[in-house]
């Protein structure tokens, strides 16, 4: 069983264009990350959503928008795609914020833009 | 703000020996979490070993272990008899409930693996 499952696990988009990112968890936790790794491999926080409320917006561009509609799921939005969002996109889980608990990771979206 | 720091990009190991991969943090909380993930080939993120600021007694799993030392604030890795399936990017990062949970990561230590 996976625990946390993104979807899609590449994507190959032109610029300009506007793409989502779907992340679902069956672990039933109650927080849920988005994590960028660029393209030397540095991973950096951009949201984290705890029981479908937003607890971290880190400084990322007004076209990235998270949604989460419900505790299980934490999708990523992209406005108007940038040459520069090109990266591996992490989804994570984990039981509770802040505690010493592990957190899950998706397999990663792999996004190019070209 | 806090910040991790991993000063060594490549590490290299011949099989079944030891090896030590450095991470040190700079910090103001008192109460945070420590780990060590693994990042394969394959991309995935697997969690390798985790410590508790306020615990003295350094963590292990299996043939890893950490010197966490707090006054230093340094949070090494020690891998025992290193397999081939060792080789990946490991990476340090450190998590408080402060910092709302999110995990903040050093750069990566790259370790290959010799037969």
């Known amino acids: 069983d996976t625990a946390v499952s993104q979807t899609p696990k590449y994507l190959v988009t032109q610029m300009g264009n506007d793409k989502s990112i779907k992340c679902e968890q069956n672990l039933g936790h109650d927080t849920m990350y988005w994590y960028k790794q660029d393209s030397k491999k540095f991973l950096k926080i951009m949201f984290s959503y705890n029981n479908k409320e937003l607890i971290i917006n880190e400084t990322v561009p007004n076209r990235f928008s998270p949604k989460s509609p419900d505790k299980a799921h934490l999708n990523l939005h992209i406005n108007s795609l940038e040459l520069g969002d090109s990266a591996v996109y992490f989804c994570?889980?984990?039981?509770?914020?802040?505690?010493?608990?592990?957190?899950?990771f998706g397999p990663g979206t792999r996004l190019t833009v070209t | 703000a806090q910040t991790v720091t991993q000063s060594q990009p490549e590490m290299s190991v011949q099989e079944a020996e030891t090896v030590t991969l450095s991470c040190t943090y700079d910090?103001?909380?008192?109460?945070?979490?420590l780990f060590w993930y693994k990042q394969p080939p394959s991309r995935q993120m697997i969690l390798v070993i985790r410590q508790e600021a306020y615990k003295q007694q350094n963590a292990t799993e299996n043939r890893f272990s950490v010197n966490f030392q707090k006054a230093a604030k340094s949070f090494s890795l020690k891998i025992s008899d290193s397999q081939l399936g060792d080789a990946a990017m490991y990476f340090c990062a450190y998590s408080s409930y402060n910092q709302g949970g999110k995990l903040i990561f050093g750069q990566g230590t790259e370790l290959s693996v010799k037969p």
């Open positions: 994570a889980s984990s039981q509770d914020r802040g505690q010493l608990y592990e957190q899950y």
């Open positions: 910090t103001s909380e008192s109460d945070y979490y």
